[in-house]
């Protein structure tokens, strides 16, 4: 592409955008700087007011990064570690399963009746309601039991000639993407009490 | 070429299990507490109130200071980062001197995590230490109260979430940019057309349907904002920076309100959709018309 764009404006123009740009550039980048810097000071250093370039405003020091081997931080690879086991796994399955829905969404067609979607909803919430409060079952056992049942009357619901609106391939990868609109805290909430209830089981 | 083989089903399943799972065990969980009222602490054998919860919810004004805050952060937000965003993608795309260094400085916010990023705004911000407050102390502004006054903490949270996520705007326009034809540009230089009407006139209506998607994951991204504000302000001071999901994880895991926190994140959830299907049904006309 050629540079269009900047051959309308005066070389005023081309200054002044060329000016916004390094502004901006300067406002992201120094945090960053910042950060650099701060981490080659002692702690002194860093409360006794903004210093900015080393050799000159202060002297620094490695102190910190030995302090990340030693003591009670010394656990800081552990951490490390962590997040790449959790990052690693979770990109891994994501994208598998990501990949095969996506192939099956473009190559095969698919029609999922809007009645069957709201059967196997009222069907998970009902069996759930029915296992927990009538057959005694506890809350996780009573997901546990209702979600297959549902999943499976669905299925079959799906071959019946219900009425309603038949959805297509389109609308499934809406109902995929979505999921993003879920708010964390409603499933890491949710999930938190559920792992806690099915904890309280194991251990008892 | 659609064709129709009963392999396909291997393929979707997993993706309509790990979705289904994931999202229909805490619909179902949170609908159901949410008619309970169930607390943790004291430890009292759950109670059926019905519509109580979210009668109280509604009466509560905590409640409805974190939707309007909540509102504020996210739209300001988006909009001062499709702005600045828009604006760095073309000049970037018109070859501005040191285009190619500014292209990788200006991406690195975005790869940082938000808590690091929260961390870092506030030892910048701190009143007394930092460097803002030394170089408007220049200016005769000394000790501003950044994250101690509610007006200038919600600033302050706007301006990060800003500095962290134009980056994202400025790679999808940037994206959308390098996919338009070279030949209407021709066309509307031979017609005379200058610079400011070839960008309403061609550039910003091209651009709208992957603006709309920007604005849009932007959007409810910022609606879900917790991360930032919880490390910056914490909510406070008083409840002045409280957004929706800290206020749920408030009286979820500190006040263990079962029944009164699944409310909230189902009101939370009728919200956000509420706002996403407007947004589409708003952009939908104007969508449709250029295809």
């Known amino acids: 592409m050629s540079d269009r764009g900047l051959i309308g404006l005066s070389p005023w123009g081309r200054r002044l955008v060329t000016a916004g740009c390094l502004i901006w550039c300067l406002i992201s980048i120094f945090p960053l700087y910042w950060v650099v810097v701060t981490a080659f000071k002692t702690p002194p250093g860093v409360v006794g007011g903004p210093t900015y370039l080393p050799f000159i405003d202060f002297t620094p020091t490695l102190q910190p990064f030995i302090d990340l081997y030693q003591g009670i931080r010394g656990e800081f690879f552990r951490t490390f570690l962590n997040s790449t086991i959790v990052g690693l796994s979770a990109a891994a399955i994501a994208t598998a399963i990501g990949a095969m829905a996506a192939y099956a969404l473009v190559r095969f067609e698919f029609r999922v009746r809007l009645g069957t979607g709201l059967a196997f909803f009222l069907l998970a919430l009902g069996g759930y309601l029915l296992f927990n409060i009538t057959f005694g079952f506890t809350r996780p056992q009573a997901l546990l039991l209702a979600f297959p049942i549902a ?14 609106p038949i959805l297509g391939n389109e609308d499934i990868l809406f109902w995929f993407v979505s999921q993003r609109m879920f708010p964390p805290i409603v499933t890491a909430f949710a999930l938190y009490l559920l792992y806690s209830e099915i904890g309280r089981l194991v251990s008892s | 070429m659609m064709r129709n083989d009963p392999i396909k089903h291997v393929f979707i399943w997993p993706a309509v299990l790990v979705v289904l799972a994931i999202s229909i065990f805490p619909l179902i969980y949170s609908l159901t507490t949410s008619f309970l009222s169930y607390r943790l602490i004291p430890p009292i054998p759950p109670r059926v109130v019905w519509f109580g919860n979210y009668v109280s919810l509604l009466q509560e004004p905590r409640f409805w200071n974190a939707i309007y805050t909540t509102t504020l952060i996210a739209f300001i937000a988006v909009g001062l980062q499709y702005t600045i965003g828009f604006a760095v993608a073309l000049a970037l795309n018109a070859r501005v001197p040191g285009e190619r ?20 705004a506030r030892m910048i ?13 220049r200016f005769g502004l000394v000790n501003l109260p950044f994250l101690t006054n509610g007006h200038w903490a919600l600033g302050c949270i706007i301006a990060v979430e800003v500095w962290q996520w ?19 540009y021709e066309a509307a230089e031979l017609e005379n057309a200058s610079a400011w009407q070839q960008f309403w006139g061609i550039t910003f209506p091209m651009l709208l349907p992957i603006s709309a998607a920007v604005v849009f994951i932007r959007l409810i991204e910022s609606y879900k904002i917790m991360d930032t504000v919880f490390v910056m302000t914490g909510g406070g001071p008083g409840v002045d920076t409280e957004t929706l999901t800290l206020f749920a994880y408030q009286e979820g895991f500190k006040k263990f309100n079962l029944g009164y926190t699944s409310a909230l994140s189902f009101l939370f959830l009728i919200a956000i959709t509420i706002i996403g299907v407007t947004y589409l049904a708003l952009l939908r006309p104007h969508l449709e018309k250029r295809r």
């Open chain 1, 151 to 164: 999943l499976v009357a669905a299925v079959v619901a799906n071959r019946l000639p219900l009425p309603g």
């Open chain 2, 125 to 137: 911000f701190n009143p007394t230490m930092g460097p803002l407050n030394q170089l408007l102390g």
């Open chain 2, 101 to 120: 260094l500014f292209r990788v400085a200006l991406l690195l916010p975005m790869l940082l995590a938000p808590v690091a990023v929260a961390l870092v």
């Open chain 2, 166 to 184: 134009t980056p994202f705007v400025v790679l999808m326009m940037l994206a959308g940019l390098q996919t338009l034809p070279e030949d209407v």
